[in-house]
């Protein structure tokens, strides 16, 4: 069904009926009931702490009350791209969003500081990460808003000497602040 035959469809029915197929779509889907949870009451505060703590419990587990053995860190990048989409798709304020890439990546860094990674793929998906946020923040106009912790991140690549840290540099050599 095409999206003018549905508009079709809907102008067909009364304001009764139509309640009733949203009520119907918001039982039945939960990617609805999301959604109307969200636009209804958005704690978009809330779910930004608790979006971090996820993402940090990537790099830095916490161990269980009377576990004897502490979980090793799992640093899925999957897991902080799979929050970020779920907060665009809901339309989530995108200084919050940029504020959550900008997050993901630092926390990776926090994490490498103190561990040595040899998976070459850890640094590549943080470059992809690192050019992603900044093309979000460019897109959106709130580059200079994020300027301090984009100059950071790229420090940080320098100071942790990252295979990939001219990467880093030629990003934020493109950028005019």
Known sequence: MSK???????????????????????????????????????????????????????YFPIKKPGAKWHPKAKMRRSVAQKIIKHFIVLGVDSFIIADLMFYNIEIAQAYSSGNFIKQELFYKSMLNSFEQSVNFVISNGILSEFKARIITIEKETIQQKWKNKYDFEAIVDKIDF
């Open 4 to 58: 003018r035959d549905l508009k079709k469809y809907l102008s067909e029915l009364n304001k009764e009926q139509l309640e009733e197929q949203i009520i119907e779509l918001y039982e039945k889907f939960s990617p609805v009931k999301v959604f109307y949870d969200f636009v209804f009451n958005p704690k978009e505060d809330k779910l930004l702490q608790e979006s971090k703590i996820k993402i940090s419990q990537e």
